[in-house]
């Protein structure tokens, strides 16, 4: 493919090593395929990399999974490029084309993350939990948190506490940290990398989900009939539109299930903890999935049928015991002993909490099990859509953790509702996993959707 007509530009790929400290090698020409991966679970990146080799270059120069490989690409010719940096982890796959040719796949992981798989710390901390994760991020791997939304960031509602890092890797340590957050209304807390800057970002679900979607004015569609009713109909302008914005497919699996939804605990649980300090047992331990979820969403201005849901009107049982909605069953028990008390603040006598106890205040308890259900719900229907990439290169706001908004023609043959939307397909979604695919020219995004609200609006007529 010509540059005129490639949708990406692979400026750089410096190849590194120790062994060679004074030279730079550039793959760029050699590269077969490259895919950069992201997660909103994940505080780096990770990617590979199939590269050609018709010159000797693993006889000659190794590659022994200790080496730099440094990125430089970007959408068009006068866009601002994006540099990453990744460390060879190994080689994934070896395949000889012929005598003379081999191909070989490497996986890339982000410095950082490197540096944190081969390091062990050992230490305590005192502070609430998002300032000792900034702590151990820029102390170990010279990486710094980023609170970036539109809204303004929420904090924990754990108060003050003590921590002891027990031999652990520093992300394994702030992964550890992140699942104790929680904010009041049970948002539970995502730490990721992203593909369009080099800090670490920490927000809450609620956050996120009352950000606004980057592609607002041009929501991605999926309607396969758009390309005949477009023709002779729309500008230059609404051309390029459609096909940035245009789904190219739409797939889902093992969605809407409450059984597995129940076996989470994210309908109905209980919990129970024992306080070997003051010997004090959990009083209220049920927990409700149907009331976690309205108060979250009314806290961020969603009404209960546009957002996040789940169906919890069956009633199931027995002739002998009865019937009972589901979400009254107990499908899962959480229980815990914890010692509070342990530790006290520089004054000696204000208690600080541990990783595990609340100093006796049970419904700080109570939010960890609701920030579990939120987050199981969140990925009762996960969307996997592929659509053209470049825009992810030119629009700051995109990638993991951002909103986008989605169109889904109504599936129908009646030509009275065609330019209806799938209500249950469309509307705003988080996108949480995302992997870039740069082959022969062509940039496709690969993105793994959650929904956050739905819509019930028609297609544009753009789009009808």
Do not use: C
């Not at 080799?53 to 730099?68: M, N, Y």
């Not at 940290?177 to 990721?192: E, H, K, Y």
């Not at 800090?199 to 396969?224: C, F, G, R």
């Amino acid at each position: 493919m010509s540059d005129a007509q490639s949708q990406y530009f692979l400026e750089r790929v410096d190849f590194t090593t120790e062994r060679f400290p004074d030279e730079t090698f550039d793959l760029s020409t050699s590269v077969v395929e490259l895919n950069i991966f992201e997660s909103v679970e994940l505080p780096y990146l990770t990617a590979s990399l199939a590269m050609m080799d018709d010159v000797a270059f693993k006889t000659t120069i190794g590659i022994k999974g200790s080496e730099r490989v440094t990125l430089q690409l970007k959408a068009t010719k006068n866009s601002n490029s994006i540099i990453k940096k990744f460390m060879v982890t190994g080689i994934a796959k070896e395949v000889s084309v012929n005598e003379r040719t081999d191909v070989r796949v490497l996986t890339l992981l982000e410095e950082h993350a490197y540096l944190s798989a081969i390091q062990k710390i050992s230490e305590s901390h005192v502070g609430v939990p998002e300032d000792i994760i900034e702590d151990i991020l820029n102390s170990h791997l010279d990486k710094k948190i980023m609170y970036g939304s539109d809204s303004v960031p929420k904090l924990a509602s754990q108060s003050k506490m003590k921590v002891i890092i027990p031999q652990w890797n520093p992300l394994e340590a702030v992964d550890w940290l992140r699942d104790r957050m929680a904010v009041t209304n049970g948002s539970p807390f995502f730490l990721f990398s992203t593909l369009r800057d080099d800090d670490i970002h920490l927000n809450d679900l609620s956050t996120l989900m009352e950000t606004v979607a980057w592609n607002k004015e041009t929501p991605y569609t999926y309607a396969q009939t758009s390309h005949n009713t477009f023709a002779g109909s729309e500008d230059a302008t609404q051309s390029a539109a459609r096909t940035s914005f245009h789904v190219k497919s739409f797939s889902a699996t093992s969605i809407e299930s409450t059984m597995r939804l129940a076996q989470a605990g994210a309908l109905g649980s209980e919990f129970n903890v024992l306080d070997l300090t003051s010997g004090s047992e959990t009083q209220d331990g049920f927990h409700s999935g149907r009331d976690t979820l309205n108060v979250f969403l009314e806290d961020i201005g969603f009404l209960p049928e546009d957002g996040i849901s789940f169906d919890d009107s069956l009633s199931i049982g027995t002739p002998n015991k009865g019937e009972f909605g589901v979400s009254n069953y107990k499908s899962k028990s959480f229980s815990s002993v914890v010692a509070s008390q342990q530790f006290y603040d520089n004054d000696g006598k204000t208690p600080l909490a541990g990783y595990h106890d609340e100093n006796a205040n049970f419904g700080l308890y109570k939010l960890k099990i609701k920030s579990a259900a939120l987050r199981s719900l969140l990925m009762n229907n996960v969307f996997t859509i592929s659509v053209p990439g470049q825009p992810y290169l030119l629009e700051n706001r995109a990638g993991v953790g951002s909103i986008i908004k989605l169109n889904y023609a109504e599936p129908t043959l009646d030509a009275s509702r065609m330019s209806e939307v799938d209500k249950n397909r469309s509307g705003n979604f988080l996108v949480y996993r995302t992997r870039h695919k740069f082959v022969d020219g062509l940039y496709d995004a690969h993105l793994d959707i959650v929904t956050v609200s739905y819509t019930h609006l028609t297609l544009p007529t753009i789009y009808s």
